[in-house]
């Protein structure tokens, strides 16, 4: 039986029905417990400091996880019980520190039984780098700990960070694979899994899959969005949680700084997901507020996760962080539900959303992609490529590497569309194979252009691989089992200068 004073910080998880019945409910995968699966299975293991936006469901996978490979769990709130944290600040000793707080929630911790759940950290940033001594004194007792705006204190921590005393993990909203999981459609997933370029494709599991596509666009992947739609089928509710998320987002700001600042992080904030896709100009922002300010509130946003800069990229070489410029970039939102609310698109547009604004949802879907489809022990970073030139200007939406090779990315909204901007790439750089994602079936071959580059016009023969939108999560595998796989240009890493 739960101690009153601990309920908010202790599950017994045999007898916990309530948890029980919720997860039974509904219960969610997410593809980073395989993760935290092989990490508790290790001989040698860290503490695991989670990190990620407000409200993406870093809580309820560690519980769900507790639940289903623990005896016991032990979750302290430090939002909620402040009182636990000079308990942690000021212990000398991990193991008597670990024997107080059993007495203090009645629970015996035993390591390899009992996981140790430190949730909001932040409130208490002292704790942090408490965790090194979990590491170096009791490694073998699994703690795990989590915030929001987490990124935040870690880089305004005044105490020495426990670098390679702990590891990261990263955590975003549902990919589209977790919310065709919750959705039903494991089997689907199987059948792209599977698939191999060149084989047929069935153009019945292609509609279907594209309507799945469809609903997830407007529902998008915060998980209380995902389970009201999944616990009835009503798109419309899930515009209610969007919008309760949206300003839940804009009360954190308060804890940015001045008013003032809260003023510039809201704008910014909602520039960025009306403006998907397109490269930002502060003067776009606003003439009166100045470029620094604007800059800081792109600064924090990406802290807290709300948005993620891609940057420009000269892809010249690997890595592609090595032939950047961090004043470059296009903002790319959190979430593409949200993008949809802040836009006041309506649920009537629901067929019509992936075409939408020029495509930009499409962008923001393929970018929301590559993130999830990196390790979830890896920040990750997106980049693209800008050539403004008169008379020959391009884009490419992303640029992706993939083993020490570098492919660019076109993004179509529909089953068509110009790739003049993969051209003007692929001949410039001299790559061999380009990657285009829109709403046909899978296709790949080899072509031949011509590509007009300023006053002159070359002939380029290029590799394309052809993908819907639904299929980014399996890129690396298509790519891997494609005829172009050992024929893309290996990019060569001494190429240092940015045009």
């Given at each position: 039986m739960l101690k009153h004073n601990s309920l908010l910080a202790y599950y017994s998880l045999k007898h916990n029905s309530l948890l029980a019945f919720y997860v039974k409910l509904f219960k969610m995968e997410r593809e980073i417990t395989h993760s935290l699966v092989d990490w508790k299975n290790r001989a040698k293991r860290k503490p695991i400091l989670f990190r990620g936006a407000r409200q993406v469901g870093k809580t309820y996978t560690v519980e769900e996880f507790a639940r289903n490979?623990?005896?016991?769990?032990?979750?302290?709130?430090?939002?909620?019980?402040?009182?636990?944290?000079?308990?942690?600040?000021?212990?000398?000793?991990?193991?008597?520190?670990?024997?107080?707080?059993?007495?203090?929630?009645?629970?015996?911790?035993?390591?390899?039984?009992?996981?140790?759940?430190?949730?909001?950290?932040?409130?208490?940033?002292?704790?942090?780098?408490?965790?090194?001594?979990?590491?170096?004194?009791?490694?073998?007792?699994?703690?795990?700990?989590?915030?929001?705006?987490?990124?935040?204190?870690?880089?305004?921590?005044?105490?020495?960070?426990?670098?390679?005393?702990?590891?990261?993990?990263?955590?975003?909203?549902?990919?589209?694979?977790?919310?065709?999981?919750?959705?039903?459609?494991?089997?689907?997933?199987?059948?792209?899994?599977?698939?191999?370029?060149?084989?047929?494709?069935?153009?019945?599991?292609?509609?279907?899959?594209?309507?799945?596509?469809?609903?997830?666009?407007?529902?998008?992947?915060?998980?209380?969005?995902?389970?009201?739609?999944?616990?009835?089928?009503?798109?419309?509710?899930?515009?209610?949680?969007?919008?309760?998320?949206?300003?839940?987002?804009?009360?954190?700001?308060?804890?940015?700084?001045?008013?003032?600042?809260?003023?510039?992080?809201?704008?910014?904030?909602?520039?960025?997901?009306?403006?998907?896709?397109?490269?930002?100009?502060?003067?776009?922002?606003?003439?009166?507020?100045?470029?620094?300010?604007?800059?800081?509130?792109?600064?924090?946003?990406?802290?807290?996760r709300i948005i993620h800069l891609i940057r420009y990229s000269n892809a010249g070489g690997v890595p592609l962080s090595n032939h950047n410029k961090d004043d470059i970039f296009k903002p790319l939102f959190f979430d593409i539900g949200l993008v949809n609310t802040i836009g006041k698109i309506q649920l009537i547009n629901i067929q019509k959303l992936i075409t939408m604004n020029e495509g930009a949802l499409a962008e923001q879907f393929i970018g929301q992609e590559l993130l999830t489809a990196e390790k979830t022990y890896i920040d990750p970073q997106l980049f693209y490529w800008i050539r403004e030139k008169k008379n020959s200007n391009a884009e490419v939406d992303y640029i992706f590497q993939h083993n020490n090779k570098i492919y660019p990315i076109e993004v179509k909204a529909g089953k068509t569309g110009s790739l003049k901007s993969l051209h003007v790439y692929l001949l410039e750089k001299k790559f061999h194979t380009g990657i285009r994602f829109n709403l046909d079936m899978p296709n790949y071959g080899n072509f031949s252009t011509k590509v007009r580059i300023g006053n002159s016009t070359e002939e380029l023969n290029y590799n394309l691989i052809s993908l819907p939108l639904y299929m980014c999560f399996v890129l690396p595998e298509i790519i891997d089992s494609s005829p172009f796989s050992g024929v893309q240009q290996i990019a060569q890493t001494n190429v240092s200068s940015i045009k």
């Open positions: 490979h623990f005896t016991n769990f032990l979750k302290i709130n430090l939002e909620l019980q402040k009182d636990i944290c000079p308990l942690l600040t000021s212990t000398n000793s991990i193991k008597s520190l670990i024997t107080e707080l059993g007495l203090y929630f009645d629970i015996e911790i035993i390591p390899g039984k009992t996981l140790l759940f430190i949730d909001e950290i932040q409130s208490c940033p002292e704790a942090i780098a408490l965790l090194r001594y979990f590491y170096e004194e009791m490694p073998e007792l699994h703690v795990i700990a989590a915030g929001s705006l987490l990124d935040h204190t870690l880089s305004e921590m005044k105490y020495s960070m426990p670098v390679g005393r702990i590891e990261f993990l990263y955590m975003y909203p549902m990919s589209f694979k977790e919310f065709l999981i919750v959705s039903g459609g494991r089997k689907l997933i199987s059948y792209l899994e599977a698939y191999k370029p060149g084989e047929a494709f069935s153009e019945l599991l292609h509609r279907k899959l594209i309507e799945y596509l469809r609903i997830y666009f407007f529902v998008g992947g915060m998980p209380e969005a995902v389970k009201y739609y999944i616990s009835d089928g009503k798109l419309n509710e899930t515009s209610r949680i969007h919008n309760e998320i949206i300003t839940s987002l804009k009360y954190d700001f308060a804890k940015y700084g001045t008013r003032k600042q809260q003023e510039y992080l809201e704008l910014v904030m909602l520039y960025s997901a009306k403006n998907v896709g397109n490269k930002v100009k502060y003067s776009n922002i606003s003439k009166e507020i100045r470029s620094l300010n604007l800059k800081e509130a792109f600064h924090k946003l990406e802290l807290s």
